[in-house]
């Protein structure tokens, strides 16, 4: 295999691995952000692995973007079976850039495998603030380090975790401003396909998992209601826990006034409908739902565990998990109160102004992300 950084010339061929799954999520998303805008315009070409999660539509998607997917075994479940079919493939591919996608030392895997076949280029790119491996991540932390050539992360908080004092480059979760701006016809289409025409709609995006602590919202939500009888509840994405919230809600008696509705492609639509979000999440790197949900010009209540630098249009309200929920209950009655009286069109122009400005237009940080990969315009 040729060295990249040997030889001088551009990386042309890209491996990108999900470390957490080719599963729907922020980091699953964000990828096919990127390689939508860069993957197809011909200057490089890209395999995407798939490994513990095969969600048959996001390889469709990636494939659709003009990636190569390729199926390995799982990384929890078979990490060595794992290391040895990555190696084949980076050998066999002769690629010039690994780009790796995750959130602890147990990147070391890509990296030696990387290394050993002769990747020039080997990116270790941060996606969260901690990690459910310790003890692994204490270990291979080191062996990951030395053996990294460039240092991405998706926030500032993201990259000192991962990263430490060594240096390195955020790059933005950018999206795609025009598609999440806001959309009067969308908001009543779903209104209309919900019965929730004159109701405010409380929202929220993301996997059910503990981290994102969907049953604080359910007990928020009841606390809401004694105030305004009148709420609705919005809850997109699906995962593990999700049986458990929606029992949660049957037993509590919110099931009437909680709409779940699984994973779904078009989220744009559903923001739209949505007149404040809530994300109490127990830790986070840097959410790219938050900032889809900014630019569509959404107020945004959500814990102080996520970093401040998410709030670029000033909706953003941070709020400690450890204050009593009917607190944080009127300060979404307060949030919603607030929306009813806006103009929500020239919200989402300025935020989407104000998110571009940042750094977060999705166009503007392909164009980074080529430059990084050793791939000029």
């Known amino acids: 295999m040729r060295d990249a950084k040997v030889s001088g010339r551009a990386p042309d061929r890209v491996i990108v691995v999900n470390t957490g799954g080719m599963a729907p999520g922020g980091i699953t998303y964000n990828m096919l952000n990127y390689l939508t805008e860069i993957a197809v315009d011909g200057r490089m070409a890209v395999t995407v692995v798939a490994t513990i999660f095969y969600d048959e539509y996001m390889i469709a998607m990636f494939r659709k973007a003009g990636c190569e997917v390729v199926c390995l075994p799982d990384r929890n479940a078979r990490p060595l079976k794992y290391f040895f079919e990555l190696c084949r ?5 002769r690629f010039d850039a690994i780009h790796v996608h995750g959130s602890s030392g147990m990147m070391a895997l890509e990296m030696l495998a990387a290394k050993l076949a002769g990747v020039g280029i080997r990116i270790a790119h941060s996606h969260n603030t901690s990690t459910n491996h310790p003890s692994l991540h204490r270990v291979l932390l080191p062996v990951m380090q030395s053996l ?10 993201a990259g000192e975790w991962l990263h430490g004092r060594r240096e390195f480059e955020v790059l933005n979760n950018g999206v795609d401003l025009a598609r999440f701006a806001f959309d009067e016809t969308n908001r009543n289409t779903v209104k209309e396909e919900s019965g929730w025409g004159t109701n405010p709609i409380v929202g929220h995006v993301g996997t059910f998992t503990d981290v994102k602590n969907q049953e604080f919202i359910i007990d928020v939500f009841a606390e809401l209601l004694k105030r305004d009888d009148s709420c609705r509840l919005l809850l997109l994405g699906d995962g593990p826990l999700r049986e458990r919230i929606e029992r949660k809600c049957i037993e509590t008696g919110l099931r009437d006034k909680v709409r779940f509705t699984g994973t779904v492609n078009d989220t744009e639509k559903y923001l739209s ?7 109490p999440s127990l830790h986070e790197g840097l959410p ?16 102080d565990t996520i970093t401040e630098e998410i709030d670029m249009t000033g909706n953003v309200v941070f709020m400690s998990l450890k204050e009593d929920k009917g607190v944080w209950a009127e300060k979404l009655n307060d949030l919603l109160e607030r929306a009813g009286s806006c103009d929500r069109a020239a ?30 315009k």
Do not use: F, H, P, W
């Open 89 to 93: 493939l980076l050998n066999r591919g």
């Open 148 to 157: 990294t050539t460039k240092r991405l992360a998706c926030g500032k908080l």
């Open 273 to 279: 409908a949505m007149d404040a979000v809530i994300m």
């Open 288 to 303: 790219l739902t938050l900032v889809e949900e900014q630019a569509n010009g959404l107020s945004c209540l959500i814990s």
């Open 347 to 376: 919200k989402s122009e300025k935020a989407c102004a104000d998110v571009g400005s940042n750094r977060y237009d999705i166009r503007k940080e392909a164009e980074r992300l080529l430059a990084i990969y050793g791939i000029e």
